[in-house]
Each structure stands twice: as C-alpha cells, then as structure tokens.
C-alpha cells in the first residue's frame, strides 16, 4: 500500500503530520530500537471516516496507557493498540486537542512505561535526543540534538534534527538518559532540522486530567501547529516567512516576537537572519550577537553571526564566531573557515 503524508494549505505550506496511510517499510537507514525502549512503544492503527487505514506510534506512560497524536485519531471509527503480538481493546480515549496529544486507555497493564523527564526539565540547544516511532511494523530511533526550544503556552516545544518519518507521529522523543521529555508530532518540510516534539509538561497534565477522570473544557478541532498561518504561534510564522525566503517579512515578524520575549535566543537568530538577508550587516551583528550571548552552544547563531561579520569585512568578529562553532559543529566551521580564507588572500 502507498505511503503519504498529508501536507497542510498554510499561507506557505511549510508543516506536515506524520500519521501514515497505509503500512509501510520500516526505514532503512535507522537502527532499531532496543527491546527495552520497545516495550514502551506500541503502533496506533485507526479507521477513519472514509474507511482508510493510518499508522501511527503511542508511547507508554502507565502501563494501562498511551500519549499518541490527535491528529491521527480525529475521525477514527475504530482504534487498535497493537503491542506484544497482540491487538489491545481500547477503555477511553482522553483529549487534548489544542496540544496535539491524545491519551489512549487499553483493557490490560501491557507496557513498561517510559520514564517522564520532569515537567521543568531543563534541557538545552546541543543537548542529545533520540527520536523512536514507527515507520511499520518495527520501531526505528534516529539520535541527533536539539536545535532550538520554542516558548508556547507554558511550556518549550522541541525542535531538532533527529528526523522522523510517516508513522513515527505520536513517538517519543527520549533525552541521553532515556527519559520522555517529548511526544514527535509534525515537522517543516523543507529543512533538515525542523523536526517538532510537544513537550512532556503537556503530556504531564493530559496524565492527570486521565487519571482524575476531569471533564475537558471545550476542545478547537485543531492544534496550534495546524492553523492558517496568520493564526501560528510567532515562531512557526517566523520559520515560515524564513523557509519562503520572506526575509523583510521575517524581520518585521522576529520583531514583534523579539519585542514580546527579549530573553529569547531563537527571536534574535531569527530577526539577525532576516537583517543579514536584507543587507543591514551592524543590526545583523546586534541581533546575532544577543542570540549566542543567550545560547553559546547553538551552531547556527555563531555560524549566522561568522556570515554577518564576513559582510562587514570584520575578520576578528568572524574569527571569534569560526573559534566557538569549532567546538559546535564541524561542517558549518568549515563553511566559515572558506569565508575567512576568502577575506584573507
């Protein structure tokens, strides 16, 4: 059977899920995961409305029950919970749409649930995560590193390079010590580090809500992520104006959003990026300069920085940025070094 993911119409159609129509292939090029990781995951197989059948993951909370994707049950007629050579019959199924989080409630204590990341958890940009879902009938886990933390409701949506595929959507996102500290849920399309996880703090209180047995307020039909694009939180619409190459409309975006929280190091890369692009290289370094002072270890700022410098023609700002992405990220490093070369001969 084909299979798909479905895109959605934004303004600029940037974002897509990850539910998978039909089976499909587990990916070739990642490792499968270890038994004991495994015992936490199960595939969500639904039928929707017109009779099609998608594939998703679940993640073990209790051992009663499942965080997947809304956006994978949301016109289902019928939900299996395959675990352990076994179908699993579904008790209850807890929402929380505007989240993208979906808690699933199985007939049985059949998994070993994953240790929560607690709710504040403080992780960083560089630090390492592993993504796991799957892609078919076995799970799959791609290691890579965070690559920006987003502020919203509360909470920090995580963006890495650990890429997933169709069919990890409602997988986890596991930290160097095998905790939970996010739920995969949609990536940018265009970009080999837009990939997004929502949060364990919302997965936390979705647990809660389940257990206590709370009746939701009223519920959108869709998640944040999945709105028209006027309607996006400020991150996603400055990552969209950066993927259409909108760079004077990105700069009035990262702007507001700059302007709305200063002590964010992604609202600064962004608005030095749109800067650099539209040829304004001393408000570019401005920018750039306060996105690494609040994130040292993010490659991309001091890549982004080391360009902005290069512009000016300032070799010791550039040669400082080359210094710290050295330790960061090699290829980007080498990028710069041919930019300084260039300056130099």
């Known amino acids: 059977m084909r299979a798909a993911s479905r895109k959605l119409h934004l303004q600029a159609p940037i974002f897509a899920v990850l539910w998978g129509i039909g089976l499909q292939a587990a990916a070739n090029d990642a490792p499968p995961v270890p038994d004991a990781l495994a015992q936490g995951l199960a595939r969500v197989r639904v039928v929707n409305e017109t009779r099609r059948l998608a594939n998703g993951s679940g993640v073990a909370v209790r051992e009663d029950m499942l965080i997947t994707s809304c956006h994978g049950t949301r016109n289902a007629r019928w939900i299996d919970v395959l675990h352990g050579a076994r179908d699993w019959k579904v008790l209850k199924l807890v929402k929380d749409t505007e989240h993208d989080l979906c808690l699933i409630q199985i007939d049985g204590r059949a998994f070993q649930p994953f240790v929560l990341a607690r709710a504040d958890n403080s992780l960083e940009v560089g630090d390492y995560v592993a993504a796991v879902g799957f892609t078919g009938p076995s799970a799959v886990m791609v290691e890579g590193s965070v690559k920006a933390l987003h502020t919203h409701d ?20 596991l930290d160097r010590e095998r905790r939970l500290v996010g739920i995969l849920t949609f990536y940018a399309d265009e970009t080999k580090t837009g990939f997004f996880a929502v949060p364990v703090k919302w997965v936390r209180d979705l647990v809660k809500r389940a257990e206590r047995d709370d009746e939701a307020a009223t519920q959108p039909e869709n998640a944040f992520w ?74 991309e700022g001091w890549y982004y920085l080391g360009r902005a410098y290069a512009a000016l023609k300032q070799l010791d700002g550039l040669t400082e940025s080359l210094r710290n992405l050295d330790m960061l990220n090699s290829t980007s490093a080498q990028a710069l070094r041919e930019l300084l070369n260039a300056l130099t001969q």
């Open 154 to 173: 509360g909470a920090q949506v995580i963006q890495t390079d650990a890429a997933f595929k169709s069919g990890e959507s409602g997988g986890a996102l």
């Open 226 to 299: 999945e709105r028209q694009e006027t309607e996006l939180p400020l991150f996603m619409r400055a990552l969209a104006r950066e993927y259409a190459q909108d760079w004077e409309n990105l700069q009035r975006i990262a702007a507001q959003w700059v302007e709305r929280d200063q002590r964010n190091p992604e609202a600064w890369l962004a608005l030095g990026k749109a800067y650099h692009h539209v040829s304004d290289g001393v408000a570019a370094v401005r920018a750039l300069q306060e996105s690494t002072r609040l994130a040292p270890r993010n490659a």
